[in-house]
């Protein structure tokens, strides 16, 4: 069968790639339909640098997940990260000539498309743009300024650009598996549609998604993003501190992290089975050096956390704090311990939004993927991603028209 109002998310993420088909329902709500999930291969840090091993396990995913639908995928919504993700703050402008004069949806356009000019060299491409305040005559607010009288509008943006070479790697791991990408995503945006509630979206929320080799951070505050960040450190980095401090191969720290990891101790007499050095006998260890060496890694991902978002210009959390996902944040006690060290509230996101899910799939690990689904009834108030430059102003007359049946929200 071929696909016709399914829609396809492909998250190639630096652990594992992964495919889920679903179908729209009577009330627009989706359906799963089919899932495939593979390890990934040549990646480091979110961005591909094998592009032969990258493409062999998205075919592999694309394949399975075929299989498991019943159908063959033709396109596909496509997850972005990498360390080559920048976001710029810009502000664009446009006079508002004329008596009477009220802003128009294109209005905006212009400003927005304005702010954008000269952002990116021929080296990055323009991935989003997002609105996150505008001022009318110098008054600035986050409301939606469509309707309102004044004589010159202008608008703040953040916009998120990534490299060109690493866009047309993933790009092209996805096409060799004769799938076209038809948008390309923000991973922590992504993951963020799938894991937060309506209130956390329009109060403010931090989401942290700690995958395998990044840490990709949005903001949400009156239902749009306001901030994105991708850090190239993740759960590796934890397996790694494992491997080096009971000296063991990767995949035995691996295995004891994922099993017996904790980020806050339990009894300070539990002991830990780790393998011998160099075929010797099995030694103990006490419990409490596993949880030292995560602990302290926690601590360093949640001050780089804080670092960047104070290097942004946010020195404060917002008010519903911040929604952990990922695979990292599946280890029992992060959500404790970070709690404490931020002093804010913290919960553990799991995917939501998408009806037939099996348990395995109600994971941390698949917010990526199940928000990349969920992409297509939410582009975030004003939130574009022009795939052709040239059709950027017809791009966010279109987008900037949801705006109008947006709630209006207060000052940030
Ligand atoms: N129970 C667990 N405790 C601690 N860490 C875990 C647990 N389960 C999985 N992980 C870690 O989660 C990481 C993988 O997470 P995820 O699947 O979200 O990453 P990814 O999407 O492949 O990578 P990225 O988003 O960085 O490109 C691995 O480092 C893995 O060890
Ligand atoms: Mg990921």
């Not at 009156?222 to 993740?234: A, K, Q, Y």
């Not at 002991?271 to 995560?294: D, F, K, N």
């Not at 996902?325 to 919960?347: E, S, Y």
């Amino acid at each position: 069968m071929v696909m016709n109002r399914e829609v396809v998310g492909i998250d190639v993420g630096t652990t594992k790639t992964c495919t889920l088909v679903a179908r729209p329902g009577s009330q627009g709500s989706l359906e799963l339909l089919g899932c495939g999930v593979v390890p990934s291969d040549g990646l480091e840090k979110g961005t591909i640098v094998d592009l032969h091993r990258a493409a062999e396990a998205v075919r592999a995913s694309i394949r399975e997940a075929e299989k498991s639908a019943g159908l063959s995928i033709s396109s596909a919504v496509v997850g972005v990260t990498g360390g080559n993700v920048m976001a710029i703050s810009r502000q664009g402008s446009v006079e508002l000539r004329g008596a009477n004069r009220t802003v128009r949806p294109d209005d905006v356009a212009t400003a927005v498309r304005r702010s954008t000019v000269g952002v990116v060299n021929g080296q990055q491409r323009i991935l989003h743009v997002l609105p996150t305040s505008y001022a009318l005559d110098g008054r600035w607010a986050s409301y939606d300024p469509v309707g309102l009288r004044g004589e010159q509008l202008e608008v703040e943006t953040q916009v998120v650009a990534g490299e060109v070479h690493s866009i047309q790697n993933l790009t092209a791991a996805v096409e060799r598996a004769g799938v076209r990408v038809k948008e390309l995503v923000l991973e922590p945006i992504a993951s963020g549609l799938a894991v937060l509630t309506p209130s956390e979206k329009t109060d403010g929320v931090l989401v942290a998604d700690i995958g395998g080799g990044t840490t990709n951070l949005a903001m949400f505050l009156g239902n749009r993003v306001t901030f994105v960040s991708v850090l190239p450190i993740g759960g590796n980095q934890f397996t790694n501190d494992i491997a080096m401090g009971f000296t063991m191969p990767h995949v035995t720290a691996e295995r004891i992290k994922v099993t017996q990891g904790r980020a806050v101790a339990g009894s300070y007499q539990e002991m830990l089975e780790v393998p011998g050095i160099g075929g010797s006998a099995p030694r103990t260890v006490p419990h409490w050096e596993l949880v030292r060496i995560l602990r302290e890694r926690v601590e360093e991902v949640l001050h780089l956390v804080g670092a960047r978002l104070k290097q942004a210009g946010w020195i404060h959390l917002p008010a519903s704090g911040v929604v952990f996902t990922g695979g990292a944040a599946k280890m029992p006690g992060f959500d404790q311990l970070a709690a404490q060290i931020l002093d804010a509230p913290v919960r553990i996101g799991r995917p939501n939004g998408i009806y037939d899910v099996p348990d395995e799939l109600r994971d941390p690990a698949f917010a990526t993927c199940m928000g990349l689904l969920l992409w297509r009834d939410n582009h975030m108030n004003g939130t574009y991603l022009p795939h052709d430059q040239d059709n950027l102003l017809a791009d966010v007359t279109q987008r900037v028209r949801s705006l109008l049946s947006g709630v209006l929200h207060g000052k940030n």
